[in-house]
T-cell receptor, first 113, second 117 residues
Framework: KQEVTQIPAALSVPEGENLVLNCSFT??????LQWFRQDPGKGLTSLLL?????REQTSGRLNASLDKSSGRSTLYIAASQPGDSATYLC????????????FGQGTTLQVKP | DAGVIQSPRHEVTEMGQEVTLRCKPI?????LFWYRQTMMRGLELLIY????????DSGMPEDRFSAKMPNASFSTLKIQPSEPRDSAVYFC???????????????FGNGTRLTVT
């Protein structure tokens, strides 16, 4: 059974710092991995999607990497800003044709001005 | 693109009452998911539909929960009778899943916050 773990559960950093969020999964047989952001009282917003054949994806100050063989992904946030404060969740998609995702518990990030 | 639309945004009801949550997926998406989020258990998949057909409802906690998707643009999640432990945020999400667009991102609605007293 696929399990997704995110460490740490919470993280607080000063503004401007570069940071890394971690995600691990137990079964390397995945089709893709997605990183989401969730603001309080809101739904999840997709940030980056890495296909199983890819090693990384970048969007602005965000860079996500994927190492399938070791069951790990990282989300790198450069030059963090207070507006980056949110909960970040990763989710893996097992081999199927219906799009089902399995989520981690998330890392709650606070960027202090 | 209006995104995934859920209603109501908030629902407060008394134990024993019937609750119906509604979702309109993004037009053109053929997969629809109902998730429940709590502090204790995180984000749990309750049920998902592909082309309006329920594919996996193993996440539905009890027979009190039921979901329907009568057409491609509407789905409901019903709880009858509701209990205090059903209090949570319920999210609907949609995506396109197909042989040529296999890796479509999942789009979430803003959720319905349910409180059962």
């Amino acid at each position: 059974k696929q399990e997704v773990t995110q460490i740490p559960a919470a993280l607080s950093v000063p503004e401007g710092e570069n940071l890394v969020l971690n995600c691990s999964f137990t079964d390397s047989a995945i089709y893709n991995l997605q990183w989401f952001r969730q603001d309080p009282g809101k739904g999840l917003t997709s940030l980056l999607l890495i296909q199983s054949s890819q090693r990384e994806q970048t969007s602005g100050r965000l860079n996500a990497s994927l190492d399938k063989s070791s069951g790990r992904s990282t989300l790198y946030i450069a030059a963090s800003q207070p507006g980056d404060s949110a909960t970040y969740l990763c989710a893996v998609r097992p081999p199927s044709n219906t799009g089902k995702l399995i989520f981690g518990q998330g890392t709650t990030l606070q960027v202090k001005p | 693109d209006a995104g995934v639309i859920q209603s109501p945004r908030h629902e407060v009801t008394e134990m024993g009452q019937e609750v119906t949550l509604r979702c309109k997926p993004i037009s053109g998406h053929n997969s629809l998911f109902w998730y429940r989020q709590t502090m204790m258990r995180g984000l749990e998949l309750l049920i998902y539909f592909n082309n309006n057909v329920p594919i996996d409802d193993s996440g539905m906690p009890e027979d009190r929960f039921s979901a329907k998707m009568p057409n491609a643009s509407f789905s409901t999640l019903k709880i009858q009778p509701s209990e205090p432990r059903d209090s949570a945020v319920y999210f609907c999400a949609s995506s396109f899943s197909g042989s040529s667009s296999y890796n479509s991102p999942l789009h979430f609605g803003n959720g319905t916050r349910l409180t059962v007293t």
